[in-house]
């Protein structure tokens, strides 16, 4: 990876990450970018907004430092995988108790509102497709995911026949 792009929902964990890649001269020489800025004290929510705006604002930091975003776009994260719906009062202590946008929601019903690692996968899904209709640009999807995604769980099924219409999965391991 030529540069990387670290965004969190949570001020802290963002100050702590950044700590870290500085520290590491591995990722000092190879280059990342926190956004929102630490400095912010705010976090950048990936599922409270369209694809475009939450692409807007990672170009428009990535261009104050002269970085175009013209490679392909590798995500590596760590969904969320726990059901949302469980207790309201563990939303609000873990800042999860936001709004989905719609455009999510087109992809996974209501299940997203419940289950956040849809989510996560429906945004994954807009930016790559968002991504494509602007360069053409291919997408890289590695994620590291609890078995339930392999299995035809009732709340996946639907909408994991509209993610391989897009992905082909190519490799992984248990």
């Known amino acids: 990876l030529k540069h990387k792009i670290v965004s969190e929902l949570q001020p802290d964990l963002l100050r702590t990450i950044e700590r870290r890649m500085q520290a590491d001269?591995?990722?000092?020489e190879t280059g990342f970018t926190i956004i929102p800025k630490t400095s912010d004290g705010i976090g950048l929510n990936f599922l409270d907004?369209?694809?475009?705006?939450?692409?807007?604002?990672l170009e428009t930091e990535l261009q104050r430092k002269n970085i175009g975003m013209d490679k392909p776009i590798?995500?590596?994260l760590n969904p969320p995988y726990k059901?949302?719906?469980e207790n309201s009062k563990e939303r609000e202590s873990t800042e999860s108790a936001y709004t989905i946008h719609p455009s999510i929601l087109e992809h996974t019903g209501e299940d997203a509102g419940k289950e956040r690692y849809l989510g996560f996968l429906s945004q994954?899904?807009?930016?790559?497709n968002y991504k494509y209709a602007q360069n053409g640009t291919?997408?890289?999807v590695m994620i590291f995911t609890p078995t339930s995604w392999l299995i035809p769980r009732p709340t996946y099924k639907g909408f994991?026949?509209?993610?391989d219409e897009h992905f082909k999965f190519h490799s992984g391991f248990l």
């Open 83 to 85: 059901n949302t719906d």
């Open 49 to 57: 907004r369209d694809a475009a705006t939450y692409m807007k604002i």
């Open 74 to 76: 590798c995500f590596l």
């Open 25 to 28: 001269p591995y990722h000092t």
């Open 160 to 163: 994991r026949k509209i993610w």
């Open 138 to 140: 291919a997408t890289v």
């Open 124 to 128: 994954i899904l807009n930016i790559a």
